[in-house]
């Protein structure tokens, strides 16, 4: 089957397309972001147990939160302990690109 040879449903998409071409420029954009994309979401889980071990040896480790589905509000109140409170820099570090992608998606997504 060729490139315009398909169902009604992708024809429609073709057609599509080809009211609102997109210039090559943005298309090679939209190709490399993607290819980004599929490579961040490719990447093995960074699995910290050496940084953690050489830190509980070198400093006062009181308390560690494994931040997963619960995210970090949920996750962080469970080590600290009652009448404390935690104090977060979030200055110090870096929103990785993806989940800066995410948050707009998602902000997109709910306008």
């Not at 009211?19 to 420029?25: G, I, L, W």
């Not at 469970?78 to 200055?91: K, L, N, Q, S």
Request: net charge positive; hydrophobic share 35%; proline share 7%.
């Amino acid at each position: 089957m060729g490139p315009r040879q398909a169902s009604a449903g992708s024809k429609r998409a073709f057609d599509m397309e080809e009211e609102h071409p997109k210039s090559r420029t943005q298309k090679k954009k939209e190709d490399r972001a993607l290819q980004r994309l599929g490579e961040e979401l490719l990447t093995p889980t960074k699995i910290y147990v050496d940084t953690i071990q050489s830190m509980i040896k070198n400093l006062p480790v009181l308390g560690l939160s494994h931040i997963t589905g619960g995210g970090f509000y949920d996750n962080v109140p469970r080590i600290v302990p009652e009448g404390m409170c935690a104090r977060v820099d979030t200055t110090a570090w870096t929103v990785p690109p993806l989940c800066a992608m995410i948050r707009l998606a998602r902000s997109d997504a709910l306008a």
